[in-house]
Every structure is written in C-alpha cells, then in structure tokens.
C-alpha cells in the first residue's frame, strides 16, 4: 500500500464512521473531532503567518531546513532552501 493509497483510506474511513452522524450518547465523539478539524483549518487559514511560522520552526526542530534561503536569482546548491 502505497502512503497516497493509505491517507485515502484513512479519510474514507474516517467519512465512514462519522457520516450518517451516530446517534444518543454515541454522537459526542465524531462531533467534537470534526470540530476540532473545523477549528485547526479556520485557524490555519485565518492567519498563515503564523501557520508559516509554525512550520518553519518544526523543521528546523527536526533538522529538516537546510541552510539559510537563497536570494534571488542565485541558485541554489544542495542542501540550501530556495523558498
């Protein structure tokens, strides 16, 4: 299985178990995790600064940035950012 095959699967599953919305006691689960996906992506669409931000700072805690951008015009030789 491929890693597009398998986020696909996920999402359908998740499709799955959340549509038609469960119902009594069993409704609070799928609900409030959709609703927190609804928030993540305002809030992520809301400010893309600090979404850019936060993902400059996972990378570069993880050891995947490289080195410093390089300016315009130059180019870029291995292991140097480009955006």
Known sequence: MTAAS???STGI???LATV??????????????IAWLVIGI????ARPAATRRAGELL???EGLGGSAPVAAGQLAREGEVTS
């Open 6 to 8: 398998a986020r696909c």
């Open 20 to 33: 038609p919305l469960p119902t009594g006691v069993a409704w609070w689960g799928p609900s409030v995790a």
């Open 59 to 61: 990378t570069a805690a």
């Open 13 to 15: 599953r998740f499709v």
């Open 42 to 45: 305002i809030g992520a669409l």
